[in-house]
């Protein structure tokens, strides 16, 4: 699974971003032609703590505004969930992902003590 923003750093400092209130979101985007209706979502992205999750997710938005409505009858359906998704700041998937992290340096620590 790709994490857009964290290139570089390590899984410690991205620990330590998540508890300074870092989120990892993913954005939804729905695209139709006529009677096929996709609804997809966008790589994960890492939110600095204090930063505007919505502005990270306007590509999305304008993908959906304009390729989403089409598909009939759930072009519409699909869009306008995927606008509430995002225009909420995406979907928080920080606490699922934070189990996935490999654990911290503190046992390796422990072991030195």
Known sequence: MKIVGIAGMSPDQLRFEVQRGAKLVYYQYCISLLVITLRRSSDVYFIPAGE???????????????AGWWGIPWGPIFTIQSLITNFRGGKD????????MPAAAAPAMAAKA
């Open 52 to 66: 505007n999750p919505v502005s990270k997710g306007l590509p999305w938005i304008l993908l959906s505004l304009v």
């Open 93 to 100: 998937v920080t606490a699922s992902l934070s189990q996935l």
